[in-house]
């Protein structure tokens, strides 16, 4: 199983900008995809973006023009700039990624946005 570490949450104003950093543990296997989900209170986990080890980026409606995913295979490192932040953006972010069948989530990153 792979860990993750995820990075770069914080508190921004309506309409600012943040970059999450999510970094695997290890580096001698081959990561299929890596994804950004978050977690609002009350509500269900959902996907915001995923980047595939074939070079496509899937993004959630919600944040489509806003929102980059992108990642750094070398280092087995996804990143999310977040830009256009909305109070309804506030979240935990989490990290997923998965080797074959077995899917990580690291801890999460509390992202808050004040409106």
């Known amino acids: 199983q792979v860990q993750l570490v995820e990075s770069g949450g914080g508190l921004v104003q309506a309409g600012g900008s943040l970059r999450l950093s999510c970094a695997a543990s290890r580096s001698d296997f081959t990561i299929n995809n890596m994804a950004w989900y978050r977690q609002a209170p009350g509500k269900q986990r959902e996907m915001v973006a995923t980047?595939?080890?074939?070079?496509?980026?899937i993004y959630a409606d919600s944040v489509k023009g806003r929102f980059t995913i992108s990642r750094d295979n070398a280092k087995n490192t996804v990143y999310l700039q977040m830009n256009g932040l909305k109070p309804e953006d506030t979240a935990v972010y989490y990290c997923f990624a998965n080797v074959g069948v077995v899917g990580s989530w690291g801890r999460g990153t509390q992202v808050t946005v004040s409106s």
């Open positions: 980047a595939t080890s074939g070079g496509s980026k």
